[in-house]
């Protein structure tokens, strides 16, 4: 099953009631005066919901809101993923070195792909839109939803929320927000000339690959983390397409992040699944 919504219903999504979070984990901040830029194209986000994890229903996956038995979030899962994006343009699972594993290749392998009765979902049009200083960028925290957390403004990320035009059949089974799913955007960029930077930043999980290879490896249920890349480093040749793919996760908590911002222009590849 899967819902796409026209993108002239944008600005219902991004604009959701003012709600309170009381089980948020971090990132309160102040909410900026201009909190909506005026988007200059959209990406297109594949956004799959799943259903809180319940070890009595079989369609439930354990990755998601399930605060393991030592009753501690983990904080780091990197290395869960192979260096090298599969032939199907999805993460593939290792085993990690560390010990904190996550629950294992089936569970992991439904987080980006359709999984009927498990996951539902949602094709999402992303507002890319450009800062002051020149740079493409989605921010949750200028053009997100509004939240408050202990009386403080802020923006999160959590698109897919009971009431806006992209709310799923699961809903936000009783939390403030729908705050268990993934997410994925595939695109292309054509580097102009050296200099080139990547920022993301993500609470939870968030995978990057350029031309298929790992170039950020964000993984686990923190707290906002953010990643800066010098494009210069990987070696990309000037005035060629390049790939991009980005994978996101919300697993654990009311505070959900994302936030992409380049110094290049991403092209589109919204039949990518």
Not at 18 to 28: M, R
Request: charged share 20%; with cysteine; proline share 8%.
């Amino acid at each position: 099953m899967k819902r796409v919504v026209p993108l002239a219903l944008l600005a219902s999504a991004l604009t959701s009631c003012s709600v309170e979070a009381p089980k948020g984990l971090v990132g309160v901040y102040e909410l900026p005066d201009a909190s909506t830029a005026t988007p200059l194209f959209f990406l297109t986000l594949r956004i799959r919901d799943f259903k809180k994890y319940d070890a009595k229903d079989p369609t439930t996956n354990p990755d998601f809101e399930n605060v393991p038995a030592q009753g501690l979030p983990i904080p780091n899962e990197k290395g869960v993923v192979a260096s090298t994006l599969g032939a199907d343009d999805k993460p593939v699972y290792q085993t990690p070195d560390n010990d904190s594993p996550t629950y294992g290749q089936a569970y992991f392998d439904q987080w980006f792909r359709d999984t009927p009765g498990t996951n539902y979902l949602v094709v999402y049009p992303l507002p890319i839109s450009q800062a002051s200083d020149g740079t493409y960028e989605y921010d949750s925290r200028n053009a997100g939803q509004l939240d408050t957390f202990q009386g403080t403004p802020r923006r999160v990320f959590f698109p897919i929320d009971d009431g806006t035009p992209y709310a799923t059949p699961f809903g936000n089974q009783g939390a403030p927000h729908n705050q268990d799913f993934t997410a994925e955007l595939h695109a292309t960029f054509t580097l102009a000339a050296p200099g080139a930077t990547l920022r993301v930043r993500s609470d939870d999980d968030s995978y990057v690959f350029i031309d298929k290879q790992l170039v950020i490896d964000n993984g686990g249920t923190h707290a906002a983390l953010e990643k800066d890349l010098a494009v210069d480093d990987l070696g990309l040749t000037l005035g060629e397409d390049h790939a991009l793919d980005l994978f996101y996760a919300e697993r654990l908590g009311a505070t959900g992040e994302l936030a992409i911002v380049t110094t290049f222009e991403l092209h589109d590849l919204p039949n990518s699944q």
